[in-house]
Protein backbone atom coordinates (compact mmCIF):
# COMPACT_ATOMS: atom_id res chain seq x y z
CA UNK A 1 0.00 0.00 0.00
CA UNK A 2 0.91 3.67 -0.84
CA UNK A 3 0.35 6.96 0.87
CA UNK A 4 -2.19 7.45 -1.37
CA UNK A 5 -3.62 4.25 -1.04
CA UNK A 6 -3.76 4.43 2.76
CA UNK A 7 -5.72 7.84 2.51
CA UNK A 8 -8.10 6.90 0.21
CA UNK A 9 -9.27 3.69 2.03
CA UNK A 10 -9.48 6.14 5.34
CA UNK A 11 -11.48 8.57 3.88
CA UNK A 12 -8.81 11.29 3.83
CA UNK A 13 -8.99 12.68 0.65
CA UNK A 14 -11.00 15.52 -0.77
CA UNK A 15 -8.90 17.42 -3.52
CA UNK A 16 -5.55 16.66 -5.09
CA UNK A 17 -3.99 18.70 -8.05
CA UNK A 18 -3.21 16.51 -11.36
CA UNK A 19 0.30 14.79 -11.15
CA UNK A 20 0.26 14.71 -7.16
CA UNK A 21 -0.34 10.69 -6.81
CA UNK A 22 2.19 9.81 -9.38
CA UNK A 23 4.96 12.38 -7.52
CA UNK A 24 4.30 11.24 -3.84
CA UNK A 25 4.45 7.17 -5.68
CA UNK A 26 7.57 7.41 -7.29
CA UNK A 27 9.94 9.53 -5.22
CA UNK A 28 10.46 11.04 -1.79
CA UNK A 29 9.01 14.76 -1.39
CA UNK A 30 9.48 17.55 1.05
CA UNK A 31 6.00 19.10 2.05
CA UNK A 32 3.68 21.12 4.87
CA UNK A 33 0.67 22.01 6.56
CA UNK A 34 0.60 25.60 8.22
CA UNK A 35 -1.53 26.63 11.04
CA UNK A 36 -2.06 29.82 12.30
CA UNK A 37 -1.95 30.88 15.75
CA UNK A 38 -5.50 32.10 16.55
CA UNK A 39 -5.20 30.28 19.89
CA UNK A 40 -2.64 29.48 22.18
CA UNK A 41 -3.81 25.73 21.51
CA UNK A 42 -4.61 23.72 18.22
CA UNK A 43 -8.42 21.51 18.60
CA UNK A 44 -9.30 18.89 17.45
CA UNK A 45 -10.69 20.15 14.10
CA UNK A 46 -6.80 20.91 13.36
CA UNK A 47 -6.08 17.24 13.90
CA UNK A 48 -7.02 15.91 10.74
CA UNK A 49 -5.12 17.99 8.39
CA UNK A 50 -1.95 17.04 10.65
CA UNK A 51 -2.74 13.74 10.40
CA UNK A 52 -2.48 13.69 6.88
CA UNK A 53 1.35 15.00 7.45
CA UNK A 54 1.60 12.37 9.96
CA UNK A 55 0.96 9.80 7.58
CA UNK A 56 3.22 11.51 4.80
CA UNK A 57 6.14 11.67 7.66
CA UNK A 58 5.13 7.37 7.87
CA UNK A 59 5.44 6.61 4.36
CA UNK A 60 8.92 8.47 4.33
CA UNK A 61 8.28 11.90 3.11
CA UNK A 62 9.87 14.87 4.34
CA UNK A 63 7.43 16.95 6.66
CA UNK A 64 7.36 20.40 7.38
CA UNK A 65 4.97 22.36 10.11
CA UNK A 66 4.33 26.25 9.48
CA UNK A 67 2.94 28.20 12.37
CA UNK A 68 1.65 31.67 10.76
CA UNK A 69 3.68 33.88 13.14
CA UNK A 70 2.95 36.09 10.12
CA UNK A 71 -0.46 35.02 8.79
CA UNK A 72 -2.21 35.43 12.13
CA UNK A 73 -1.33 38.71 11.91
CA UNK A 74 -3.65 39.30 8.85
CA UNK A 75 -6.25 36.71 9.23
CA UNK A 76 -7.84 34.15 6.95
CA UNK A 77 -11.40 34.78 5.51
CA UNK A 78 -11.83 30.80 4.80
CA UNK A 79 -14.67 29.34 6.93
CA UNK A 80 -15.67 32.64 8.47
CA UNK A 81 -18.73 35.16 8.30
CA UNK A 82 -17.30 38.33 9.70
CA UNK A 83 -13.94 40.07 10.06
CA UNK A 84 -12.07 38.19 12.34
CA UNK A 85 -10.48 40.25 15.49
CA UNK A 86 -6.76 41.18 15.22
CA UNK A 87 -4.43 40.19 18.02
CA UNK A 88 -1.60 41.63 19.96
CA UNK A 89 1.71 40.89 18.96
CA UNK A 90 2.52 39.82 22.30
CA UNK A 91 -0.66 37.19 22.15
CA UNK A 92 0.48 35.88 18.74
CA UNK A 93 4.00 35.20 20.04
CA UNK A 94 2.98 33.64 23.18
CA UNK A 95 0.18 31.48 20.51
CA UNK A 96 3.21 30.84 18.30
CA UNK A 97 5.60 29.38 21.21
CA UNK A 98 2.20 27.22 22.66
CA UNK A 99 1.75 25.27 19.46
CA UNK A 100 4.89 24.86 18.36
CA UNK A 101 5.11 22.91 21.20
CA UNK A 102 2.07 21.00 20.46
CA UNK A 103 3.15 20.47 16.58
CA UNK A 104 6.51 18.70 17.51
CA UNK A 105 4.64 16.29 20.49
CA UNK A 106 2.43 15.50 17.59
CA UNK A 107 4.44 15.03 14.95
CA UNK A 108 7.54 13.73 16.61
CA UNK A 109 6.60 10.19 17.00
CA UNK A 110 7.95 8.72 13.81
CA UNK A 111 11.31 7.28 14.03
CA UNK A 112 14.24 7.40 11.00
CA UNK A 113 15.80 10.37 9.04
CA UNK A 114 13.02 12.53 8.27
CA UNK A 115 11.81 14.52 11.24
CA UNK A 116 9.61 17.18 10.88
CA UNK A 117 11.07 20.63 10.67
CA UNK A 118 9.10 23.60 12.06
CA UNK A 119 8.93 27.31 10.45
CA UNK A 120 7.67 30.73 11.43
CA UNK A 121 6.51 32.54 8.50
CA UNK A 122 6.96 35.73 10.44
CA UNK A 123 10.90 35.04 9.88
CA UNK A 124 10.58 35.98 6.16
CA UNK A 125 8.30 38.26 6.37
CA UNK A 126 9.38 40.63 8.81
CA UNK A 127 12.21 42.40 6.67
CA UNK A 128 10.19 42.39 3.68
CA UNK A 129 9.17 45.44 2.39
CA UNK A 130 5.24 46.24 1.69
CA UNK A 131 6.22 47.96 -2.19
CA UNK A 132 8.58 44.80 -2.44
CA UNK A 133 5.75 42.35 -1.72
CA UNK A 134 2.92 44.32 -4.01
CA UNK A 135 5.65 44.79 -7.11
CA UNK A 136 7.60 41.30 -6.70
CA UNK A 137 4.58 39.11 -5.70
CA UNK A 138 1.11 40.58 -6.13
CA UNK A 139 1.75 41.16 -9.55
CA UNK A 140 1.41 37.94 -10.08
CA UNK A 141 -2.38 37.24 -9.16
CA UNK A 142 -5.07 39.31 -10.38
CA UNK A 143 -7.57 40.66 -8.90
CA UNK A 144 -10.51 39.09 -10.47
CA UNK A 145 -8.35 35.11 -10.08
CA UNK A 146 -8.73 36.21 -6.09
CA UNK A 147 -12.00 37.34 -6.35
CA UNK A 148 -13.02 33.66 -7.67
CA UNK A 149 -11.66 31.98 -4.68
CA UNK A 150 -14.96 30.80 -2.21
CA UNK A 151 -13.19 32.49 1.10
CA UNK A 152 -13.39 36.02 -1.01
CA UNK A 153 -16.69 35.40 -2.84
CA UNK A 154 -19.07 34.25 0.12
CA UNK A 155 -17.72 37.61 1.92
CA UNK A 156 -18.73 39.96 -0.89
CA UNK A 157 -21.86 41.41 0.36
CA UNK A 158 -21.02 41.47 4.03
CA UNK A 159 -17.50 42.68 3.19
CA UNK A 160 -14.20 42.15 3.40
CA UNK A 161 -11.18 44.28 3.91
CA UNK A 162 -8.24 44.41 2.08
CA UNK A 163 -6.16 42.77 4.98
CA UNK A 164 -7.90 39.47 4.46
CA UNK A 165 -8.24 40.02 1.10
CA UNK A 166 -4.69 39.60 0.62
CA UNK A 167 -4.37 36.35 2.88
CA UNK A 168 -4.15 34.40 0.28
CA UNK A 169 -1.53 36.11 -1.61
CA UNK A 170 0.23 35.80 1.54
CA UNK A 171 -0.25 32.15 2.39
CA UNK A 172 0.66 31.34 -1.59
CA UNK A 173 4.03 33.27 -1.20
CA UNK A 174 4.61 30.54 1.85
CA UNK A 175 4.05 27.76 -0.29
CA UNK A 176 6.66 29.84 -2.43
CA UNK A 177 9.19 30.31 -0.35
CA UNK A 178 8.88 26.78 0.93
CA UNK A 179 9.61 25.47 -2.47
CA UNK A 180 12.47 27.87 -3.09
CA UNK A 181 14.43 27.20 -0.16
CA UNK A 182 13.37 23.78 0.77
CA UNK A 183 12.06 22.35 -1.76
CA UNK A 184 8.51 21.65 -0.35
CA UNK A 185 6.20 20.22 -3.10
CA UNK A 186 3.52 19.83 -1.89
CA UNK A 187 0.72 21.55 0.95
CA UNK A 188 -1.40 19.78 2.92
CA UNK A 189 -4.74 20.94 4.48
CA UNK A 190 -8.56 20.86 5.28
CA UNK A 191 -10.66 21.44 2.29
CA UNK A 192 -11.53 25.47 3.07
CA UNK A 193 -7.83 25.74 2.16
CA UNK A 194 -7.80 24.48 -1.31
CA UNK A 195 -8.24 28.27 -2.89
CA UNK A 196 -5.31 29.58 -0.49
CA UNK A 197 -3.20 26.72 -1.53
CA UNK A 198 -3.74 26.54 -4.75
CA UNK A 199 -2.86 30.32 -5.27
CA UNK A 200 0.58 29.24 -3.77
CA UNK A 201 1.00 26.57 -6.81
CA UNK A 202 0.48 29.18 -9.07
CA UNK A 203 2.74 31.63 -7.85
CA UNK A 204 5.10 28.85 -7.75
CA UNK A 205 4.55 28.46 -11.40
CA UNK A 206 4.32 32.53 -12.32
CA UNK A 207 7.09 33.54 -9.98
CA UNK A 208 10.12 29.99 -10.35
CA UNK A 209 8.50 27.93 -13.01
CA UNK A 210 8.37 25.15 -11.31
CA UNK A 211 5.34 22.91 -10.05
CA UNK A 212 3.87 22.99 -6.58
CA UNK A 213 1.20 20.63 -5.43
CA UNK A 214 -2.00 20.89 -3.28
CA UNK A 215 -3.75 18.38 -1.02
CA UNK A 216 -6.44 18.30 0.84
CA UNK A 217 -8.78 16.12 3.41
CA UNK A 218 -12.14 16.94 3.74
CA UNK A 219 -13.88 18.69 6.80
CA UNK A 220 -15.33 16.60 9.26
CA UNK A 221 -18.50 16.73 10.50
CA UNK A 222 -20.93 14.52 12.96
CA UNK A 223 -23.48 12.06 11.47
CA UNK A 224 -26.34 14.48 12.14
CA UNK A 225 -24.71 17.30 10.04
CA UNK A 226 -23.28 19.48 13.07
CA UNK A 227 -19.69 20.70 13.38
CA UNK A 228 -17.27 18.55 14.48
CA UNK A 229 -15.09 19.05 17.64
CA UNK A 230 -17.59 21.34 19.47
CA UNK A 231 -19.32 20.48 22.92
CA UNK A 232 -21.70 22.62 25.09
CA UNK A 233 -18.58 23.83 26.47
CA UNK A 234 -16.86 25.08 23.17
CA UNK A 235 -14.34 23.44 21.46
CA UNK A 236 -12.75 20.55 22.25
CA UNK A 237 -8.84 21.93 23.18
CA UNK A 238 -5.34 19.68 22.39
CA UNK A 239 -4.18 21.74 25.40
CA UNK A 240 -4.62 19.66 28.85
CA UNK A 241 -5.66 23.16 30.25
CA UNK A 242 -8.15 24.08 28.17
CA UNK A 243 -9.61 20.85 27.50
CA UNK A 244 -8.73 17.90 30.48
CA UNK A 245 -7.35 14.90 29.39
CA UNK A 246 -10.69 13.58 30.88
CA UNK A 247 -13.08 15.53 29.05
CA UNK A 248 -10.83 15.10 25.99
CA UNK A 249 -11.56 11.32 26.60
CA UNK A 250 -14.88 11.36 26.66
CA UNK A 251 -15.70 13.41 23.57
CA UNK A 252 -14.14 10.60 21.54
CA UNK A 253 -15.89 7.81 23.86
CA UNK A 254 -19.33 9.70 23.38
CA UNK A 255 -19.13 9.08 19.32
CA UNK A 256 -22.08 7.46 17.95
CA UNK A 257 -21.27 4.43 16.61
CA UNK A 258 -21.48 6.02 12.46
CA UNK A 259 -18.89 8.45 13.72
CA UNK A 260 -16.82 6.11 15.54
CA UNK A 261 -16.33 4.42 12.23
CA UNK A 262 -15.42 7.01 10.55
CA UNK A 263 -13.44 8.91 13.17
CA UNK A 264 -11.19 5.55 13.86
CA UNK A 265 -10.08 5.72 10.51
CA UNK A 266 -8.91 9.82 10.13
CA UNK A 267 -7.71 9.92 13.54
CA UNK A 268 -5.86 6.85 14.36
CA UNK A 269 -2.70 5.07 13.09
CA UNK A 270 -4.66 1.46 13.20
CA UNK A 271 -3.89 -0.39 9.83
CA UNK A 272 -6.35 -1.36 8.32
CA UNK A 273 -7.13 -4.95 8.88
CA UNK A 274 -7.30 -3.82 12.41
CA UNK A 275 -9.75 -1.75 12.17
CA UNK A 276 -11.85 -3.56 10.19
CA UNK A 277 -11.77 -6.50 12.46
CA UNK A 278 -12.80 -4.08 15.26
CA UNK A 279 -15.72 -2.61 13.10
CA UNK A 280 -16.57 -6.41 13.27
CA UNK A 281 -16.34 -6.86 16.85
CA UNK A 282 -18.19 -3.71 17.24
CA UNK A 283 -21.43 -4.60 14.86
CA UNK A 284 -21.61 -8.15 16.66
CA UNK A 285 -22.02 -6.31 20.09
CA UNK A 286 -22.31 -2.41 19.81
CA UNK A 287 -23.08 -2.35 23.42
CA UNK A 288 -19.70 -2.87 24.39
CA UNK A 289 -18.49 0.62 22.51
CA UNK A 290 -15.59 -1.32 21.33
CA UNK A 291 -14.72 0.55 18.46
CA UNK A 292 -15.34 4.28 20.73
CA UNK A 293 -12.88 2.64 23.78
CA UNK A 294 -10.47 2.07 21.27
CA UNK A 295 -10.82 5.46 19.16
CA UNK A 296 -10.85 7.34 22.65
CA UNK A 297 -7.51 5.34 23.76
CA UNK A 298 -5.67 5.54 20.94
CA UNK A 299 -6.09 9.46 20.36
CA UNK A 300 -5.76 10.07 23.71
CA UNK A 301 -2.25 8.47 23.87
CA UNK A 302 -1.47 10.59 20.47
CA UNK A 303 -2.32 13.67 22.05
CA UNK A 304 -1.67 13.49 25.55
CA UNK A 305 0.49 10.05 26.34
CA UNK A 306 -0.32 6.98 28.30
CA UNK A 307 -0.27 7.93 31.56
CA UNK A 308 -3.24 10.49 30.58
CA UNK A 309 -5.05 7.76 29.17
CA UNK A 310 -4.85 5.65 31.88
CA UNK A 311 -6.18 8.58 34.52
CA UNK A 312 -8.99 9.46 32.01
CA UNK A 313 -10.00 5.21 31.96
CA UNK A 314 -10.05 5.63 35.95
CA UNK A 315 -11.91 8.49 36.08
CA UNK A 316 -14.26 7.54 34.21
CA UNK A 317 -15.52 4.33 35.94
CA UNK A 318 -16.12 7.20 39.12
CA UNK A 319 -19.12 8.67 37.24
CA UNK A 320 -20.53 4.80 37.19
CA UNK A 321 -19.94 3.62 40.41
CA UNK A 322 -16.73 1.64 39.41
CA UNK A 323 -13.95 3.75 40.62
CA UNK A 324 -11.77 3.18 44.16
CA UNK A 325 -11.53 5.63 46.68
CA UNK A 326 -7.61 6.56 46.41
CA UNK A 327 -8.50 7.12 42.35
CA UNK A 328 -11.32 9.52 43.50
CA UNK A 329 -8.91 11.05 46.41
CA UNK A 330 -6.42 11.40 43.60
CA UNK A 331 -8.66 14.20 41.56
CA UNK A 332 -7.76 17.51 41.37
CA UNK A 333 -10.79 20.63 41.89
CA UNK A 334 -11.77 21.08 38.47
CA UNK A 335 -11.49 17.34 37.26
CA UNK A 336 -13.95 16.53 40.57
CA UNK A 337 -16.23 19.30 39.16
CA UNK A 338 -15.71 18.35 35.53
CA UNK A 339 -16.79 14.62 36.11
CA UNK A 340 -19.59 15.22 38.27
CA UNK A 341 -20.98 17.96 36.27
CA UNK A 342 -24.70 17.63 36.40
CA UNK A 343 -25.08 15.45 39.41
CA UNK A 344 -27.19 17.28 42.14
CA UNK A 345 -24.90 19.42 44.62
CA UNK A 346 -26.09 20.17 47.87
CA UNK A 347 -23.61 22.92 50.51
CA UNK A 348 -22.62 21.83 54.03
CA UNK A 349 -21.39 24.29 56.63
CA UNK A 350 -18.29 23.68 57.71
CA UNK A 351 -18.51 26.05 60.95
CA UNK A 352 -20.27 24.71 63.81
CA UNK A 353 -20.42 21.30 63.41
CA UNK A 354 -17.23 20.32 65.99
CA UNK A 355 -15.01 17.56 64.78
CA UNK A 356 -17.34 15.22 63.59
CA UNK A 357 -21.25 14.58 62.08
CA UNK A 358 -23.24 11.92 62.54
CA UNK A 359 -24.36 10.39 59.11
CA UNK A 360 -27.62 10.77 59.64
CA UNK A 361 -27.72 14.26 60.37
CA UNK A 362 -24.96 14.86 57.71
CA UNK A 363 -27.67 13.10 55.22
CA UNK A 364 -30.50 14.73 56.43
CA UNK A 365 -30.39 17.74 58.38
CA UNK A 366 -27.18 19.85 57.30
CA UNK A 367 -26.97 18.70 53.46
CA UNK A 368 -30.51 17.77 52.15
CA UNK A 369 -29.62 14.93 50.35
CA UNK A 370 -31.85 12.85 51.98
CA UNK A 371 -35.54 13.98 53.34
CA UNK A 372 -35.72 13.17 56.85
CA UNK A 373 -33.70 10.92 59.48
CA UNK A 374 -36.06 8.27 58.29
CA UNK A 375 -35.24 7.84 55.12
CA UNK A 376 -31.72 7.76 56.06
CA UNK A 377 -32.01 5.20 58.57
CA UNK A 378 -33.54 3.34 56.58
CA UNK A 379 -30.60 3.72 53.57
CA UNK A 380 -28.36 2.88 55.63
CA UNK A 381 -29.57 -0.21 57.05
CA UNK A 382 -30.19 -1.14 53.50
CA UNK A 383 -26.37 -0.62 52.76
CA UNK A 384 -27.37 1.82 49.94
CA UNK A 385 -24.93 4.45 51.08
CA UNK A 386 -21.69 5.06 49.81
CA UNK A 387 -19.21 7.89 51.06
CA UNK A 388 -16.02 8.48 48.96
CA UNK A 389 -16.77 5.27 47.11
CA UNK A 390 -17.43 3.14 50.42
CA UNK A 391 -20.20 2.15 52.30
CA UNK A 392 -21.00 4.11 55.22
CA UNK A 393 -23.08 2.19 58.18
CA UNK A 394 -25.84 3.66 60.26
CA UNK A 395 -23.33 4.25 63.44
CA UNK A 396 -20.87 6.35 60.89
CA UNK A 397 -19.54 9.73 60.82
CA UNK A 398 -18.50 12.47 58.76
CA UNK A 399 -14.98 14.32 59.71
CA UNK A 400 -13.25 16.49 57.85
CA UNK A 401 -11.27 13.27 57.16
CA UNK A 402 -13.64 12.87 54.06
CA UNK A 403 -13.14 16.12 52.72
CA UNK A 404 -11.68 15.17 49.30
CA UNK A 405 -9.36 18.33 48.98
CA UNK A 406 -10.47 19.89 51.85
CA UNK A 407 -13.96 21.02 50.27
CA UNK A 408 -16.22 18.06 48.49
CA UNK A 409 -18.02 14.64 49.36
CA UNK A 410 -19.57 12.83 47.09
CA UNK A 411 -22.31 10.74 48.16
CA UNK A 412 -24.12 7.90 46.22
CA UNK A 413 -27.39 6.39 46.96
CA UNK A 414 -27.55 2.85 44.83
CA UNK A 415 -26.06 2.26 42.53
CA UNK A 416 -26.94 5.08 40.24
CA UNK A 417 -27.66 8.32 42.47
CA UNK A 418 -24.75 10.57 43.27
CA UNK A 419 -24.49 13.50 44.87
CA UNK A 420 -21.66 15.82 45.80
CA UNK A 421 -21.35 18.11 48.81
CA UNK A 422 -19.88 21.00 48.55
CA UNK A 423 -18.12 22.41 51.93
CA UNK A 424 -17.62 25.87 52.90
Not at 27 to 46: F, Q, R
Not at 361 to 377: N, P, V, Y
Amino acid sequence: MNLIDELRWRGMIHDITPGAEEKLAKEKIAGYIGVDPTSDSLHVGNLASLMLLVHFQRYGHQPFALVGGATGMVGDPSGKSEERNLLSEEVLNHNVAAIQKQLENLLCHTEGDNPVTIVNNYDWFKDMHVLDFLRDVGKHLTVSYMMAKDSVKSRLEKGISFTEFSYQLIQGYDFYHLHKEHNCQIQFGGSDQWGNIVAGTELIRRIGGGEGFAFTCPLITKADGTKFGKTAGGSVWLDANKTSPYQFYQFWINASDEDAKKYIRVFTLLDQETILDLEKQHDEAPHQRLLQKTLAKEVTILVHDEAAYEKAVSTSQLLFGKGSKEALAALSDQEILEIFEGVPTFKLDKKGHGDSLDVVDFLSDHTGILKSKGEARRSLKENSISINMEKVKLDGTITANDLLNDRFILVQKGKKNKFLVIAE
